[in-house]
Each structure stands twice: as C-alpha cells, then as structure tokens.
C-alpha cells in the first residue's frame, strides 16, 4: 500500500458525493480499523458506529491488531447508539499482544461479545518478512515500539498447529462466530482451512483479502472456493479514492467472479486516519461494482446478506 503523491486525495474525499444510499442501507463492513488503538485511525468506535448508523448500516466489525475490541463496542451499543439499529460488533487478533494462539484469550473474547476472531495478523511471520521486504504497512503510534515474535500456523512437521485445533474447537461451539484467517502464510492458512473443513467448519472460516499480504495463487483460491468457506475482498485495495488503492474495480470484477458472489463478502478495511472515510468508500465500491456489471441483488448479497450469515444476526 503507498499514496499516490500527484492525487490530491483530501479533496477527492471531500468531492465524493454519496449515492448509493438504497445498497448501503443493511450494510453489514466486516472489516474497519478504529480507535482506540496502537495505531493512528480516523475515528473511534462510537464515531465510526454513528456514522454508519446515519446510513441504515445493520452492523460494523471493530478490528485492532493489538486489543480485544467488544467491551468497547458492548458500551457504544447499550449506552451512545442504545436508540440505533446499527450494531458495532467486536473481534480479536491473535497478535503477540493478545497472547498469540491463545485459546483463553479466544474464549475471553467471545464471552466478551467478540464474533470474528482474526489469526495473527502483524505478528504471522508472514506479515513481519513482507514489511521487511517492502511491503507498506501502517506504523505503530506515538512512537511506541513493540517487539514481534513471529508466529507460524503450522508445527515442525507442517501441520496445523494443535493451538489452533483447540481455537477451532471453541468457535464451533459458537455459531455465528467466525475465525479470519489473517496475515499467515496462504499455504500454513490453508492447512488451518483444511483442518476447519474437517471439522465442518465451513461457514465460520473467512479467508481475508486473499491478494494482498497473501498472494495467494489461482489454484489454491479454487480449492477454498471448492470447500465452501468464506472468501472477503475489501474495498481499501481497489476504491478508486482509496489512499492504499493497489488495482482498480475491473481487477475487483474478475476476483470476484472466481470466487462466487454466494460465497463472497465484501468489506472495506478502512479506518486508517490518511485514507478516506468509510461509508464514502463503500459507496464508492458499490459504484465501481455495478460499472462492472454486477446487479443490486449481487451486491447486496456481498455487502449484507453473506455478512448477516456469518455473524448470525
């Protein structure tokens, strides 16, 4: 990810004119960055709640690479949006921070209110040796510093790790609970598919944007699709007045129709403070969608139908 610096990005934000205000309606983001936080974002959980509530949003995932974000989301929702439908829902990365693969932290934080819980995302190995090598990614804050200890998904004989069979254990007994899959490795991420799907497990794994951090290749993306979990693409890589932009909707197009619109979830990952705000890049996702021949129907099961299956609400 990395700006364009011959855009002047503040005042294409400021000329975006919402218009899609039927297909956000019901909109369920799985996928937004909020304060408080590690890292700098654009607004807090309230903040981001309430706008999204302004435009008939059913739900919003809270994400933090480094802290359990339901407590924060249970107070937004019994006490600033208690009047509201738009629900803020909270989630967990399994980063060093929160104890890495750590099956109490798992079971704290759906006690918590937690329904999505991420596999290691700056803490996979994978992460940590794709900024090493380049890979742009936001820094911590205010200069805080917090040393990573890589994690692996998969043991010396390159199985899924027992730690993460324990996880799996837990979140079936919690349907409308969902493990992402993170940062890792696509091939460690797919022995922790393989080993869900086993389980049957299938509608409570999310495999996150496959394409960046990932790389995943065409055929293992056909194998997930072919054992039926959940495949997220989000906007923050393709919206065309998106900061982080890393190809555009026609790309976005041909993901999309390799991997199905029934087992497709579309959400935006923002909430990074220099990049645009959230429901206008959504809207702006669902209008480079339908340039590209989608229909309202397709669309609107990505961005709410699918997502309202996952988390059972």
């Known amino acids: 990810m990395g700006h364009d610096n011959s855009v002047n990005w503040e005042q294409l934000e400021k000329d975006y004119v919402i218009c899609h205000g039927d297909l956000l309606e019901g909109a369920v983001d799985m996928h937004l960055h909020v304060a408080p936080s590690l890292m700098y974002r654009k607004c807090d ?26 407590p924060g989301c249970k107070i937004v929702n019994d006490h600033i949006n208690k009047e509201g439908k738009c629900v803020a829902i909270g989630s967990v990365c399994l980063n ?81 609970v969902v ?22 497990m299938q509608d409570q794994i999310m495999i996150d944007h496959p394409d960046f951090m990932l790389e995943t290749p065409d055929e293992l993306l056909k194998h997930w699709v072919d054992l039926g979990v959940w495949i997220e693409w989000v906007g923050t890589m393709f919206c065309g007045i998106s900061r982080h932009h890393m190809w555009d909707y026609a790309d976005m197009a041909e993901k999309i129709r390799k991997t199905g619109v ?52």
């Open 96 to 176: 060093n921070t929160n104890g890495g693969l750590n099956p109490y932290a798992v079971k704290s934080a759906i006690s918590a209110g937690c329904k999505v819980v991420w596999l290691p995302t700056v803490s996979a190995q994978n992460h940590i040796n794709a900024v090493l090598k380049g890979t742009s990614f936001p820094k911590l804050a205010n200069g805080i510093v917090i040393e990573e200890e890589a994690i692996k998904l998969v043991d010396k004989k390159g199985d899924c790790k027992q730690e993460i069979v324990d996880i799996l254990h837990i979140i079936k007994e919690h349907p409308g």
């Open 262 to 313: 029934d087992r497709t979830i579309i959400s935006t990952d923002f909430g990074q403070l220099d990049n645009v705000d959230p429901v206008k890049g959504l809207d702006n996702v669902i209008d480079g969608l339908l340039k590209e021949g989608f229909t309202k129907e397709e669309i609107k099961t990505m961005i709410s139908v699918n997502p309202s299956k996952v988390l059972g609400i």
């Open 45 to 70: 959980i309230a903040e981001l709640t309430l706008r999204c509530e302004q435009f008939g949003y059913k739900a919003v995932v809270h994400k933090d690479h480094h802290m359990m974000t339901g």
């Open 179 to 200: 493990l992402a899959t993170g940062h890792g490795d696509c091939h460690e991420i797919n022995k922790v598919v393989e080993k869900a799907c086993e389980m049957d």
